[in-house]
T-cell receptor
Framework: DTAVSQTPKYLVTQMGNDKSIKCEQN?????MYWYKQDSKKFLKIMFS???????INETVPNRFSPKSPDKAHLNLHINSLELGDSAVYFC???????????FGDGTRLSIL | QKEVEQNSGPLSVPEGAIASLNCTYS??????FFWYRQYSGKSPELIMS????GDKEDGRFTAQLNKASQYVSLLIRDSQPSDSATYLC???????????FGAGTRLAVHP
């Protein structure tokens, strides 16, 4: 059984479009995260939710809006996509911030 | 100064040798540290977590933490070509609910 699953795996779209990425975890973890990994492979936190509450909101354009309908799900909606949004987006979860994080397989977003 | 620094590599070692990966961090209050392995095109997977000074061993992997010197290292004994990957070091930023990742060290184990 997949522990952290995110969909879609690949997303190819044009500038200006709006898209969503979904994430679900079946580990019973309380905390979920969104990371962005750019072309230089640098992994950077974007958002973190604990029990559906937003606890980390890094300096991310407000075109990015996370939503957590319950503690097992954390979705990411992106408005007005730009070329610079091209990256791999990883969802992760952990029991709390001091426990290891488990990552999903990533969503490779390519903006044409 | 980057918050978590790693040599980008590549670190090239022969099969069967010990690979030594190093990481330094700037936040003296950091208490939780993690090593992840990431194969090309894949997601990071946890190798080891370490919270106390000293060594922690798990199979062929040993993590070492020295909080006074603010460094964390990962030793891989009997390196195999399948260990070839990028190794990411991460530290919890004190007072914040987030991990800071280093840029990763690329390890190449050649037969």
């Amino acid at each position: 059984d997949t522990a952290v699953s995110q969909t879609p795996k690949y997303l190819v779209t044009q500038m200006g479009n709006d898209k969503s990425i979904k994430c679900e975890q079946n580990l019973g973890h309380d905390t979920m995260y969104w990371y962005k990994q750019d072309s230089k492979k640098f992994l950077k936190i974007m958002f973190s939710y604990n029990n559906k509450e937003l606890i980390i909101n890094e300096t991310v354009p407000n075109r990015f809006s996370p939503k957590s309908p319950d503690k097992a799900h954390l979705n990411l909606h992106i408005n007005s996509l730009e070329l610079g949004d091209s990256a791999v987006y990883f969802c992760a979860s952990s029991q709390d911030i001091d426990q290891p994080q488990h990552f999903g397989d990533g969503t490779r977003l390519s903006i044409l | 100064q980057k918050e978590v620094e790693q040599n980008s590599g590549p670190l090239s070692v022969p099969e069967g040798a010990i690979a030594s990966l190093n990481c330094t961090y700037s936040d003296r209050g950091s208490q939780s540290f993690f090593w992840y392995r990431q194969y090309s095109g894949k997601s990071p997977e946890l190798i080891m977590s370490i919270y106390s000074n000293g060594d922690k061993e798990d199979g062929r992997f040993t993590a070492q933490l020295n909080k006074a010197s603010q460094y964390v290292s990962l030793l891989i004994r009997d390196s195999q070509p399948s260990d070839s990957a990028t190794y990411l070091c991460a530290a919890r930023k004190s007072g914040y609910n987030k991990l800071i990742f280093g840029a990763g060290t690329r390890l190449a184990v050649h037969p």
